[in-house]
Protein backbone atom coordinates (compact mmCIF):
# COMPACT_ATOMS: atom_id res chain seq x y z
CA UNK A 1 0.00 0.00 0.00
CA UNK A 2 1.32 3.74 -0.60
CA UNK A 3 2.80 5.48 2.19
CA UNK A 4 1.19 8.13 4.35
CA UNK A 5 2.73 11.21 6.15
CA UNK A 6 1.44 12.56 8.89
CA UNK A 7 2.52 15.00 11.58
CA UNK A 8 3.76 13.07 14.80
CA UNK A 9 1.52 15.51 17.18
CA UNK A 10 -1.37 17.91 16.87
CA UNK A 11 -3.16 19.95 19.83
CA UNK A 12 -6.51 21.67 19.90
CA UNK A 13 -8.89 23.74 22.58
CA UNK A 14 -11.95 21.98 23.37
CA UNK A 15 -15.05 23.43 20.97
CA UNK A 16 -12.93 24.20 18.13
CA UNK A 17 -12.49 22.75 14.86
CA UNK A 18 -9.11 20.36 14.26
CA UNK A 19 -8.01 19.81 10.75
CA UNK A 20 -5.53 16.96 10.61
CA UNK A 21 -3.60 16.81 7.72
CA UNK A 22 -2.50 13.51 5.90
CA UNK A 23 0.10 14.05 2.08
CA UNK A 24 0.08 10.86 0.09
CA UNK A 25 2.06 11.99 -2.61
CA UNK A 26 2.29 8.06 -4.18
CA UNK A 27 -1.61 7.39 -4.41
CA UNK A 28 -2.88 5.45 -6.86
CA UNK A 29 -6.24 5.53 -8.41
CA UNK A 30 -7.75 2.51 -6.79
CA UNK A 31 -6.01 3.39 -3.16
CA UNK A 32 -9.21 4.49 -0.90
CA UNK A 33 -8.30 7.42 1.23
CA UNK A 34 -9.07 5.79 5.03
CA UNK A 35 -9.01 7.45 8.55
CA UNK A 36 -8.72 5.32 11.61
CA UNK A 37 -8.77 6.47 15.34
CA UNK A 38 -6.75 4.96 18.64
CA UNK A 39 -8.39 5.85 21.91
CA UNK A 40 -6.07 5.00 24.99
CA UNK A 41 -6.11 1.19 25.42
CA UNK A 42 -8.66 0.82 23.10
CA UNK A 43 -8.95 -0.89 19.55
CA UNK A 44 -8.61 1.34 16.54
CA UNK A 45 -12.25 2.70 15.48
CA UNK A 46 -13.20 3.92 11.82
CA UNK A 47 -13.63 7.44 11.33
CA UNK A 48 -14.33 7.99 7.81
CA UNK A 49 -13.13 7.17 4.22
CA UNK A 50 -13.43 8.20 0.32
CA UNK A 51 -11.95 8.03 -3.17
CA UNK A 52 -12.54 11.65 -4.92
CA UNK A 53 -15.38 13.30 -3.41
CA UNK A 54 -15.43 14.65 -0.03
CA UNK A 55 -17.20 12.95 2.62
CA UNK A 56 -19.43 13.85 5.95
CA UNK A 57 -20.35 11.65 8.41
CA UNK A 58 -21.89 12.06 11.88
CA UNK A 59 -17.81 12.10 13.34
CA UNK A 60 -16.00 14.00 11.21
CA UNK A 61 -14.98 15.15 7.06
CA UNK A 62 -12.96 14.31 4.33
CA UNK A 63 -11.40 17.15 2.47
CA UNK A 64 -9.62 15.19 -0.34
CA UNK A 65 -7.61 17.46 -2.80
CA UNK A 66 -7.81 17.63 -6.11
CA UNK A 67 -4.51 15.96 -7.33
CA UNK A 68 -5.46 13.29 -4.10
CA UNK A 69 -2.06 13.65 -3.12
CA UNK A 70 -3.17 14.72 0.10
CA UNK A 71 -6.19 14.97 2.31
CA UNK A 72 -7.54 16.86 5.57
CA UNK A 73 -9.84 14.60 8.54
CA UNK A 74 -11.60 17.59 9.96
CA UNK A 75 -13.25 17.32 13.18
CA UNK A 76 -15.96 20.06 13.50
CA UNK A 77 -15.73 20.64 17.11
CA UNK A 78 -13.26 19.40 18.98
CA UNK A 79 -14.36 17.12 22.70
CA UNK A 80 -12.03 15.80 24.79
CA UNK A 81 -13.23 12.25 23.97
CA UNK A 82 -11.77 12.90 20.84
CA UNK A 83 -8.63 12.94 22.04
CA UNK A 84 -6.44 9.80 20.32
CA UNK A 85 -3.89 8.95 17.56
CA UNK A 86 -5.31 9.15 14.10
CA UNK A 87 -4.45 6.96 11.26
CA UNK A 88 -4.48 7.78 7.74
CA UNK A 89 -4.03 4.59 5.66
CA UNK A 90 -4.47 4.23 1.82
CA UNK A 91 -6.04 1.28 1.01
CA UNK A 92 -6.29 -0.31 -2.50
CA UNK A 93 -9.45 -1.23 -3.53
CA UNK A 94 -8.14 -4.42 -5.41
CA UNK A 95 -6.80 -5.91 -3.00
CA UNK A 96 -9.86 -8.51 -2.98
CA UNK A 97 -10.18 -10.51 0.33
CA UNK A 98 -6.97 -9.60 1.41
CA UNK A 99 -8.12 -6.05 3.56
CA UNK A 100 -5.38 -5.67 5.86
CA UNK A 101 -4.53 -1.77 6.79
CA UNK A 102 -1.08 -0.91 6.98
CA UNK A 103 -0.96 1.59 9.89
CA UNK A 104 2.04 4.45 10.47
CA UNK A 105 3.30 6.35 13.40
CA UNK A 106 -0.19 8.62 13.12
CA UNK A 107 -1.11 12.14 14.66
CA UNK A 108 -1.22 12.13 18.65
CA UNK A 109 -4.65 14.58 19.32
CA UNK A 110 -4.35 16.21 22.66
CA UNK A 111 -7.35 18.38 23.16
CA UNK A 112 -7.07 21.32 25.80
CA UNK A 113 -10.42 22.08 28.14
CA UNK B 1 -23.15 -1.39 13.66
CA UNK B 2 -20.87 -3.95 13.39
CA UNK B 3 -19.06 -5.20 16.33
CA UNK B 4 -16.19 -7.03 16.75
CA UNK B 5 -15.85 -9.00 20.54
CA UNK B 6 -12.52 -9.52 21.85
CA UNK B 7 -11.91 -11.76 24.75
CA UNK B 8 -9.88 -11.44 27.51
CA UNK B 9 -9.30 -8.18 27.97
CA UNK B 10 -6.33 -8.48 29.97
CA UNK B 11 -4.12 -11.53 31.02
CA UNK B 12 -1.53 -11.99 33.60
CA UNK B 13 0.29 -15.27 33.62
CA UNK B 14 3.15 -16.81 34.44
CA UNK B 15 6.16 -17.11 31.83
CA UNK B 16 5.88 -20.49 29.84
CA UNK B 17 2.09 -20.47 29.38
CA UNK B 18 0.04 -20.88 26.80
CA UNK B 19 -2.53 -18.12 26.47
CA UNK B 20 -5.48 -17.93 24.09
CA UNK B 21 -7.52 -14.76 22.98
CA UNK B 22 -10.36 -15.08 20.76
CA UNK B 23 -12.07 -13.00 18.88
CA UNK B 24 -15.61 -12.92 17.54
CA UNK B 25 -17.18 -10.81 14.84
CA UNK B 26 -21.06 -10.61 16.67
CA UNK B 27 -23.19 -9.67 13.70
CA UNK B 28 -21.38 -9.74 10.35
CA UNK B 29 -19.40 -13.02 8.88
CA UNK B 30 -15.79 -12.44 8.69
CA UNK B 31 -13.89 -14.95 6.23
CA UNK B 32 -10.86 -13.12 7.47
CA UNK B 33 -9.31 -11.74 10.18
CA UNK B 34 -6.68 -9.94 11.05
CA UNK B 35 -3.82 -10.10 14.42
CA UNK B 36 -1.78 -6.82 15.44
CA UNK B 37 0.68 -6.28 18.16
CA UNK B 38 1.64 -3.22 19.73
CA UNK B 39 3.93 -2.46 21.79
CA UNK B 40 3.99 0.55 24.24
CA UNK B 41 3.97 3.56 22.42
CA UNK B 42 4.15 2.51 19.15
CA UNK B 43 1.79 2.28 16.12
CA UNK B 44 0.35 -1.68 15.32
CA UNK B 45 2.18 -4.06 13.56
CA UNK B 46 0.33 -6.52 11.46
CA UNK B 47 1.11 -10.23 12.32
CA UNK B 48 -0.91 -12.45 10.67
CA UNK B 49 -3.95 -12.81 8.38
CA UNK B 50 -6.81 -15.30 9.52
CA UNK B 51 -8.67 -17.33 7.10
CA UNK B 52 -11.67 -19.55 7.55
CA UNK B 53 -11.07 -22.94 6.58
CA UNK B 54 -7.57 -22.47 5.57
CA UNK B 55 -3.93 -22.20 6.79
CA UNK B 56 -3.36 -17.98 8.52
CA UNK B 57 -1.03 -16.07 6.51
CA UNK B 58 1.78 -15.37 8.79
CA UNK B 59 3.56 -11.57 8.22
CA UNK B 60 7.94 -11.49 7.78
CA UNK B 61 9.18 -12.47 10.91
CA UNK B 62 6.13 -13.66 12.99
CA UNK B 63 6.88 -17.17 14.31
CA UNK B 64 3.58 -19.71 12.96
CA UNK B 65 4.48 -22.32 15.64
CA UNK B 66 4.71 -19.27 18.04
CA UNK B 67 1.42 -17.83 17.61
CA UNK B 68 -0.99 -20.82 16.36
CA UNK B 69 -3.86 -19.02 14.86
CA UNK B 70 -7.26 -21.03 14.15
CA UNK B 71 -10.58 -19.70 12.38
CA UNK B 72 -12.70 -22.22 12.48
CA UNK B 73 -15.99 -20.63 11.94
CA UNK B 74 -17.20 -17.53 10.11
CA UNK B 75 -17.27 -15.79 13.17
CA UNK B 76 -14.43 -16.72 15.51
CA UNK B 77 -10.85 -16.74 15.12
CA UNK B 78 -8.44 -17.81 17.89
CA UNK B 79 -4.68 -16.62 18.47
CA UNK B 80 -2.79 -18.46 20.82
CA UNK B 81 0.91 -17.60 22.58
CA UNK B 82 2.23 -20.91 23.20
CA UNK B 83 5.04 -20.93 25.93
CA UNK B 84 4.61 -17.35 26.52
CA UNK B 85 8.15 -15.29 27.41
CA UNK B 86 8.35 -11.84 29.07
CA UNK B 87 9.03 -10.51 25.61
CA UNK B 88 5.26 -11.85 24.29
CA UNK B 89 4.05 -9.01 26.52
CA UNK B 90 1.93 -6.73 24.48
CA UNK B 91 -1.57 -5.71 22.91
CA UNK B 92 -2.97 -7.74 21.02
CA UNK B 93 -5.72 -6.78 18.92
CA UNK B 94 -7.90 -8.25 16.57
CA UNK B 95 -9.60 -6.79 13.35
CA UNK B 96 -12.52 -7.91 10.84
CA UNK B 97 -13.53 -6.36 7.98
CA UNK B 98 -17.36 -6.39 6.56
CA UNK B 99 -17.57 -7.00 3.14
CA UNK B 100 -15.65 -5.49 0.37
CA UNK B 101 -12.44 -4.05 0.55
CA UNK B 102 -13.29 -0.17 0.25
CA UNK B 103 -15.49 -0.84 3.84
CA UNK B 104 -13.91 -0.41 7.18
CA UNK B 105 -12.61 -2.98 9.59
CA UNK B 106 -13.96 -3.28 12.36
CA UNK B 107 -11.44 -3.71 15.66
CA UNK B 108 -12.09 -5.56 18.69
CA UNK B 109 -11.22 -3.68 21.77
CA UNK B 110 -7.71 -5.78 22.47
CA UNK B 111 -6.51 -7.80 24.78
CA UNK B 112 -3.13 -6.57 26.97
CA UNK B 113 -1.00 -9.41 27.46
CA UNK B 114 1.38 -9.73 30.93
CA UNK B 115 3.87 -12.48 30.99
CA UNK B 116 5.63 -12.44 34.50
Known amino acids: DAKTTQPNSMESNEEEPVHLPCNHS???????IHWYRQLPSQGPEYVIH???SNVNNRMASLAIAEDRKSSTLILHRATLRDAAVYYCILRDVRGGSNYKLTFGKGTLLTVNP | GAVVSQHPSRVICKSGTSVKIECRSLDFQATTMFWYRQFPKQSLMLMATSNEGSKATYEQGVEKDKFLINHASLTLSTLTVTSAHPEDSSFYICSAPEGLSNQPQHFGDGTRLSIL
Open chain 1, 50 to 52: GLT
Open chain 1, 26 to 32: TISGTDY
